[in-house]
């Protein structure tokens, strides 16, 4: 038998190698998926930035050990805001591949007055989307609250008010968490076959 692991085996580093697969799987892949998606949902992933997630995600190793004494805080904030971008570039990526659902969504996210596409709208308004839309009753609030998290966190950037950031102990644990949601989306995204799927297994 195979001896797959856990995403909780993973040390920091492992952890961030299998974001940077998914990642740049997303990006090799869907980047260029006419011929088989919508055309719409295909035009929309073309022009997104998707190797933007795979920078951001290479990002994330230089949160593996800790900061100065003087930059913790600084670098907490950046730390947080990288994660932040990911979860929602990763949302944003999953409404894009089932962009014609999501136009046809009464949930669909306005402003105003018009119906915005998934690459234009912002964390706040795509996790609402989220909630309403695509999870499942059993996980729903489970997914809202830990988005709510990372989104509370991520607006630290905008430093000036006190807010609650943790500590990196924390944010790398996030980090796992951000493997598991990111697994748990491409789990729901289709492919025209099986071979060319990520690889989901933790090995």
Do not use: C
Request: negative net charge; without cysteine.
């Amino acid at each position: 038998m195979f001896n797959t692991r856990t995403i909780e085996d993973l040390s920091y580093k492992e952890t961030v190698d299998k974001i940077v697969e998914l990642n740049e799987h997303i990006q090799k892949f869907w980047s260029k998926s006419q011929g088989w998606a919508p055309i719409d949902a295909a035009n929309l992933l073309s022009k997104s930035r998707l190797d933007w997630l795979v920078s951001l995600s290479h990002s994330l190793y230089k949160w593996e050990s800790d900061p100065s004494e003087e930059a913790e805080y600084g670098d907490l904030i950046l730390a947080w805001a990288n994660l932040g971008a990911l979860v929602e570039g990763s949302m944003k990526f999953f409404l894009s591949v089932y962009y014609e659902d999501y136009k046809n969504d009464k949930n669909a996210i306005i402003l105003w007055g018009k119906q915005i596409d998934p690459d234009g709208a912002m964390f706040g308004k795509l996790k609402e989307f989220f909630k309403n839309s695509v999870w499942l009753d059993h996980e729903r609030k489970e997914k809202n609250d830990w988005l709510s998290e990372i989104q509370q966190k991520r607006n630290a950037i905008h430093a000036y008010r006190e807010r609650t950031i943790d500590d990196f102990i924390s944010f790398r644990k996030q980090v796992k968490n951000y493997l598991s949601f990111l697994i748990g989306l491409l789990r729901r995204v289709p492919y025209p076959d099986d071979i060319y799927g990520p690889d989901l297994l933790i090995w």
